[in-house]
């Protein structure tokens, strides 16, 4: 099954820009819907941007016109590039891949395979 390791997260200034890195390996990214996703301590996981098989892609209100997810399908990498971060983007962000209904919710509960993760800091 599809394992994902997360990398590209570190500490950055207000306005500043990272781009995180999910490298996919036992199967085929396009298979799934994927996804980013973050969570911050005693809050609940919330959906970031989301990609489908066909490209579509969907983003929270929050992260609209600042963050870009892509997808390279011939190296199986899934990107998210954030501008403009906000000390508010601070938190784990996480790469998932599922089979979910309807991708725009961006629901943790619809993505079945998570990565470990990797910390954004924006001070």
């Known amino acids: 099954h599809v394992q994902l390791v997360e990398s590209g997260g570190g500490s950055v200034q207000v306005g500043g820009s990272l781009r995180l890195s999910c490298v996919t390996s036992?199967?085929?990214?396009?298979?799934?819907?994927m996804g980013w996703f973050r969570q911050i301590p005693d809050k609940e996981r919330e959906g970031v941007a989301g990609?489908?098989?066909?490209?579509?892609?969907s983003y929270a209100d929050s992260v609209k016109g600042r963050f870009t997810i892509s997808q390279d399908s011939a190296k199986n990498i899934l990107y998210l590039q954030m501008n403009s971060l906000k000390a508010e983007d601070t938190a784990m962000y996480y790469c998932?891949?599922?089979?979910?209904?309807?991708?725009?919710?961006?629901?943790?509960?619809?993505?079945?395979?998570w990565g470990q993760g990797t910390q954004v800091t924006v001070s």
């Open positions: 998932a891949a599922g089979r979910p209904m309807i991708p725009a919710y961006l629901r943790p509960a619809d993505y079945h395979v």
């Open positions: 036992g199967d085929t990214i396009g298979r799934y819907c």
């Open positions: 990609i489908e098989s066909d490209g579509s892609t």
